[in-house]
C-alpha cells in the first residue's frame, strides 16, 4: 500500500491544441508506464473521433510510478481533461477528484478564453496550480509576455512557470519534480469506514459498467459488498484495479488512489456521476458532496434518412446513452420525417461528435433538424412549461409572455479586430458588460441570447477574425423577450423540421432571407411551388420557385393559331391539377444550409 504522502492526484488544463495530451504522451513516456512499442500520439485520447479531429472528448486517467531525484518513489495519478467548452462538464467533475492542476498555457498564443475557464474551475476546487508554458521549441514562443498574461488575467503568480516542449520531451523532468514537490498530498484516513466518490462511468460489452472511482476515505477490496448512497442499489465487487492506461487488476483501492471497479452492474444510469460509495455493513453516515447534473442547453431532432431505420437509431442512441450520462433523448414524430428522437446536447461541438458517431459506428445516415434552445412558456392561467420544439408551440392565445436562455459570453479578440467582434455582438442581440485589455488583446465580456450563439456565432467568430479570437460562455439564466414562432410553407404546407423561434424584430428579415435561401435549394418541379415564412397566420414573406416547362408546341408547326393554342390551355390545366396534388421534395442539405445564419 502506498504511502499518501507519497500519492499526487492532479488534471491537466489548457484551452484546445496547447497541448494537453502530447504533455500526458510525454509523462507517460518519460516515467515508462509503456513499453516504447506500444507508445501513440494522443495515447489517451482512446476514440476514433478524438483522434480525428485532434481533441479530447473524455477525461481519462492513468496511473504513473515515479522515481523523484531524491531517490523516492511516488506514485502520480493523472486525469488529461477536454478543453472544449462543451465538455466543461467533464474538467469540473475531474477537478474534485485531484488535488492540484497544470494549467498548460501555449507559449506562441497566451492565455485564451477556455484557459481562463478551466483554471477558474480548477480555483473554485480549491487546486494548487503548476504554470507550465509549452511549445517553446517554436521561433514564436515568447515566455515574458505569457507570463505576464498569466499574472495580468488570471492573477497566479507565473515566476515559477516551467518552460517545456511537449512534442521534443524539453523540460518535463522538471514538471515531474514539480507535480511531487508543490502539489499537495491527498488527505484521508484508511481506518474509517469507505467514502469513494464515483467521478465517472462507461459501459463495456464484457464486463457491464466500469466505474471510475477516487478513495477519500477507507479502502475497498475485491469481493466487498457496497452501496450506492443515491441510488441506495447493492452490488457486489467483481475486479478493482488502476489504469497504466491498460486496465491492470489490484488487490486493494486505499485513500488518495484512483481505481476502476465492476460489479456486474447492467446499466449506466445505475451509477450516477457523484455518487458516494460506501460498504453495506458499517457505510458512512453522510454522503460527499455531489456534482451538479449536467443540462442539456441545444436540443435538435435525428431521424433516419431510411425510416426503415428507426429501431436501428433507436439502438444506437441507447447504446451512446450508456456512456454519455450528459446525453438525452425522447422520441418523436414529424409530419416531414417520420419517426425519429429529440436529443437534448451540451453544445454544438457534443451534437456533431454524437452525430458522428451514430453515423459511423452504426452506420445509419441522419438528418437533422435545427438545433434550438429550451424557452420557458408562461401560460395565461399562471402555469409555465418548458419548449423543446419550437413546432410544439401552444396557440398564441394561451400564451402570456416567453423567457429565453441567457449566456455569458467571454472573447478574447487582438486589437485589430474587436470592431467586428462588437458589431458581431450587438447583431445578434447582446448587451456588452466589461472590455479590458491584456497587452494588445482585448476581452470583452457580453450578455447574449443562447439562440443567436448556438448555431454558427462561433464559425461567424472565427471569420470575422481571421481565427485569432478564443470563444467561452457559461449560462446565466432565463430572461422575458418578443420572441415569436416562425414557419415555413413550402406548396402550402408548413414543414416543421425548419419552424424556428426567432425575435418579433428580426422575424422578417430572417424569413426573406430563408425563403431566398431555399428558393435556390430547392430543385424546381413541374409545377410553380410558393415558399412562405409566417407568424400565426400572417404571411411575412413570400418567392416563388417557377415550373419548369416542357415545350409542348413542339411538334405543332404550320396551321391555325388556335391549335398552339389549345396545346398550352392544356398543359396549364395539368399543371394546376399537379400543383393540387404535387409532393415537393425537398433535399437534406437545404434544410442546414436553410438554417445557418448569415450576416
Known amino acids: 500500500m502506498t504511502d499518501l504522502t507519497h500519492i499526487r492526484n492532479f488534471s491537466i488544463v489548457a484551452h484546445i491544441d496547447h497541448g494537453k495530451s502530447t504533455l500526458a504522451d510525454r509523462l507517460i513516456q518519460s516515467t515508462n508506464t509503456v513499453a516504447e512499442r506500444d507508445m501513440k500520439e494522443q495515447l489517451l485520447d482512446a476514440m476514433d473521433i478524438e483522434r480525428e479531429r485532434g481533441i479530447t472528448i473524455k ?88 507570463a505576464e498574461q498569466v499574472e495580468d488575467v488570471i492573477g497566479i503568480d507565473a515566476s515559477g512557470a516551467i518552460p517545456v516542449s511537449a512534442k521534443t520531451g524539453e523540460g518535463i523532468r522538471e514538471v515531474l519534480e514539480a507535480i511531487v514537490h508543490q502539489l499537495p498530498a491527498p ?22 459498467v466500469i466505474v471510475l472511482v477516487r478513495i477519500m476515505d477507507g479502502s475497498l477490496r475485491k469481493g466487498d459488498r457496497i452501496r450506492m448512497m443515491q441510488t441506495g442499489s447493492l452490488h457486489h465487487v467483481d475486479r478493482i484495479g488502476v489504469f497504466r492506461p491498460g486496465m491492470e487488476p489490484v488487490d486493494t483501492l486505499a485513500p488518495g488512489e484512483i481505481g476502476f471497479l465492476t460489479a456486474s452492474i447492467k446499466q449506466v444510469r445505475d451509477t450516477r456521476v457523484g455518487d458516494t460509495i460506501t460498504h453495506e455493513k458499517k457505510g458512512a453516515d453522510t454522503p460527499l458532496p455531489g456534482f451538479q447534473p449536467s443540462q442539456p442547453v441545444v436540443f435538435c431532432g435525428l431521424f433516419p434518412v431510411d425510416s426503415a431505420e428507426f429501431e436501428d437509431l433507436r439502438d444506437a442512441i441507447e447504446k451512446l446513452a450508456l ?5 438525452s433523448f425522447e422520441m418523436e414524430t414529424s409530419a416531414a420525417l417520420g419517426f425519429g428522437f429529440r436529443c437534448g446536447f451540451l453544445g454544438l461541438l457534443h451534437l456533431e461528435v454524437i452525430r458522428d458517431r451514430i453515423e459511423r459506428e452504426y452506420d445509419i445516415e441522419l438528418i437533422t433538424t435545427a438545433p434550438s434552445v429550451v424557452y ?15 413546432a410544439d408551440m401552444p396557440d398564441l392565445t394561451h400564451v402570456d409572455h416567453l423567457e429565453e436562455p441567457r449566456i455569458k459570453a467571454t472573447i478574447l479578440v487582438p486589437d485589430d479586430y474587436l470592431g467586428a467582434v462588437l458589431k458581431l455582438c450587438e447583431d445578434r442581440r447582446g448587451i456588452q458588460q466589461d472590455l479590458t485589455y491584456a497587452g494588445s488583446r482585448a476581452m470583452v ?12 456565432f462561433y464559425d461567424r467568430l472565427k471569420s470575422v477574425t481571421k481565427g485569432y479570437a478564443s470563444f467561452d460562455y457559461q449560462m446565466i439564466g432565463y430572461r422575458e ?46 409545377f410553380k411551388i410558393p415558399i412562405q415564412a409566417a407568424i400565426g397566420g400572417r404571411v411575412i414573406a413570400r418567392e416563388t420557385l417557377a415550373a419548369l416547362r416542357k415545350d409542348v408546341t413542339a411538334k405543332c408547326y404550320g396551321g391555325d393559331a388556335t391549335r398552339k393554342r389549345k396545346l398550352l390551355d392544356k398543359q396549364k390545366a395539368g399543371k394546376k391539377k399537379m400543383r393540387q396534388f404535387g409532393k415537393v421534395d425537398i433535399p437534406q442539405e437545404a434544410f442546414i444550409s436553410a438554417l445557418k445564419m448569415d450576416s
Not at 456512456?323 to 446525453?327: I, L, M
Not at 450578455?447 to 454558427?456: A, I, K, M, Y
Not at 414543414?495 to 431555399?518: N, P, Q
Open 323 to 327: 456512456n454519455d450520462a450528459s446525453f
Open 376 to 390: 420557458h412558456v408562461f401560460l395565461r392561467d399562471g402555469t409555465m412549461t418548458e419548449l423543446h420544439n419550437p
Open 445 to 456: 465580456v457580453y450578455d447574449l441570447p443562447l439562440n443567436e450563439v448556438v448555431f454558427d
Open 187 to 208: 488527505k484521508g484516513n484508511p481506518d474509517a469506514p469507505l467514502k469513494a466518490m464515483l467521478v465517472d462511468s462507461w459501459y463495456d460489452a464484457y464486463l457491464g
Open 59 to 146: 477525461a481519462n486517467t492513468v496511473r504513473i510510478d515515479y522515481e523523484a531525484l531524491n531517490g523516492d518513489h511516488y506514485v502520480l495519478n493523472l486525469i488529461d481533461t477536454p478543453g472544449h467548452v462543451d465538455f466543461a462538464y467533464e474538467v469540473s467533475r475531474s477537478m474534485r477528484a485531484v488535488e492540484g492542476s497544470l494549467l498548460v498555457v501555449d507559449s506562441t498564443q497566451g492565455v485564451e478564453a477556455q484557459t481562463l475557464a478551466n483554471v477558474y474551475q480548477a480555483i473554485d476546487a480549491d487546486h494548487e496550480i503548476v504554470p507550465v508554458f509549452n511549445k517553446i521549441d517554436l521561433p514564436a514562443s515568447d515566455i515574458d509576455r505569457v
Open 481 to 526: 423577450d418578443h420572441l415569436v414562432k416562425m414557419q415555413i410553407l413550402v406548396n402550402e404546407e408548413p414543414v416543421d423540421a425548419l419552424s424556428i423561434m426567432v425575435h418579433r424584430d428580426r422575424a422578417e428579415a430572417r424569413g426573406r432571407a430563408m425563403c431566398e435561401k431555399l428558393k435556390d435549394l430547392i430543385p424546381r418541379h413541374m
